[in-house]
């Protein structure tokens, strides 16, 4: 940061009009502006990691052993395999090539990968690229689709050879579980819940319908300190009062002052970049089931290239770094209360935090796509409906979901266990007085 005593000499080549004009003359002083106001000023831009692949650069994927453009992604695996040569080979993973999964205590300020930059707010949603591989023009809607195929060579591009600012994620983490696995794995979550369910949804409950989806994420990597301080409590005594219906528990505590403060970083933190995804309105859909099959490796993520993309559906960022600072710093408190949790334990009846205060020393923002295989259902329920997901890990197999029920069997249930629970208190009552 600039000393207010002595501002910076700013000098530059050419003519006057091209040398940078002091504060001052502007008009507006930031060194005389209160600090949140100056700081944001004079910070310096974000800095960048360009991480582009150099395929995308070139205009076209190609095999590195025979040159073709027509390969895909080989299930299960990581690799890439040539439909005309049968080469295989792995792409090579990000976080090796750029060095993200090393210097995270040393972060300072924000640095963006070229995945991550602020999407330009111009781009149309219709398209038309030229092929670099045979010169034929396809016409993509980029608003759904992050991938084209020529129809004459089968060369499969990515939109960010027209597209720049952030249209495409820097990495992809390929499928590893097929589909034939994921649909066991959802047809055996609906199984443990069929007696529950909504009679229309197991009716028209299939399966098959799952859909391979890649979902836009930013990993950030981070270097924090945080200071959290409220009250703790140990219990001194505990006693009842009063008899019959009337009796209740009293206890006696001593209360405590308790303030921690923690530095710490973190390692790949996923927030969903996703505007769609990241409306967690359970009123409307539960979106909210994603984020229960985290976490994903993403340590295996490679360099974005359009062949893993090849048949699966994938979803646009639309959500820029600024937009998600908010989400982050919340995520940042909750590892900073975790971090303290240890060293609270003797405070039996839990410690409730009143004050909160969190620094970012520095940040780095990486784009990426991770997998999902997805099923979804639209329940009619008046106005806009509830849409329910079921959701497989696409690396690990985690599933995890939302199945319609009939909520007079959830009652019905509830009544009859209640009543059950009942009779056995009594009956043990009876053989106990």
């Given amino acids: 940061m600039p000393d207010a005593s002595n501002p910076p000499k700013f000098t530059g080549p050419g003519s006057p009009q091209d040398v940078p004009p002091r504060p001052g003359e502007l008009g507006v002083d930031p060194y005389n502006l209160p600090p949140p106001v100056r ?43 040539c439909a005309f040569c049968r080469n295989e080979w792995q792409a090579e993973r990000v976080e090796e090539q750029f060095g993200l999964g090393q210097g995270q205590d040393q972060l300072e300020g924000t640095i963006i990968a070229s995945g991550a930059r602020d999407i330009a707010a111009d781009e149309a949603v219709l398209r038309t690229f030229k092929c670099s591989g045979c010169g034929a023009e396809v016409t993509v809607n980029t608003e759904s689709e992050m991938t ?35 649909i066991a794995r959802i047809r055996q979550f609906v199984d443990k ?78 927030l969903e970049s996703s505007s769609e995804r990241a409306n967690l309105d359970t009123g409307a859909n ?26 699966c559906s994938s979803e646009k960022r639309d959500l820029n770094v600024a937009n998600l600072q908010p989400r982050l710093v919340d995520g940042l408190l909750s ?13 039996g009846r839990g410690v409730r935090w009143e004050k909160e205060g969190l620094v970012v020393h520095g ?26 997901y079921i959701a497989v890990n696409g690396r690990t197999g985690e599933t995890m979901g939302s199945v319609p029920v009939q909520r007079w069997k959830l009652f019905l249930v509830a009544l009859t266990v209640g009543t059950f629970l009942e009779t056995i208190a009594l009956w043990i009552l009876a053989h106990t007085s």
């Avoid at 009716?203 to 994420?217: A, R």
């Fill in 286 to 311: 539960t979106n909210n089931i994603i984020n229960t099959i985290l976490p994903f490796d993403t340590k295996n993520a490679v360099k974005w290239n359009a062949s893993y993309l090849r048949d």
């Fill in 148 to 182: 084209a195929r020529c129809h004459w060579c089968r060369n499969v591009f990515g939109v960010n050879e027209q597209v720049a600012n952030g249209a495409v994620p820097d990495a992809v983490l390929p499928f590893h579980i097929r589909k034939d696995d994921a």
């Fill in 363 to 388: 940040t780095r923002w990486v784009s990426m796509s991770l997998p999902v295989w997805l099923y979804s259902y639209h329940q009619p329920n008046g106005g806009r409906g509830l849409l329910h």
């Fill in 39 to 81: 700081d944001e000023l004079l910070k310096p831009d974000p800095a960048a990691i360009d991480t582009a692949a150099r395929e995308l650069k070139d205009g076209a994927n190609r095999c590195p052993q025979c040159g073709a453009t027509d390969f895909r992604h080989k299930p299960g695996t990581d690799l890439l395999i």
């Fill in 335 to 347: 590892i900073a209360r975790a971090q303290v949790e240890n060293s609270v334990s003797r405070y």
């Fill in 193 to 270: 819940r069929r007696f529950f369910a909504l009679k229309a949804f197991k009716e028209e409950f299939t399966p098959g319908n799952v859909i391979p989806v890649y979902l836009p994420y930013m990993i950030i990597d981070g270097k924090a300190s945080a200071d959290v301080a409220g009250k703790g409590e140990i219990e001194t005594r505990r006693y009842t009062r009063g008899t019959g219906n009337n009796k209740a528990t009293y206890y006696d505590a001593d209360v405590y002052a308790v303030d921690r403060h923690v530095d710490f970083t973190v390692d790949d933190l996923p």
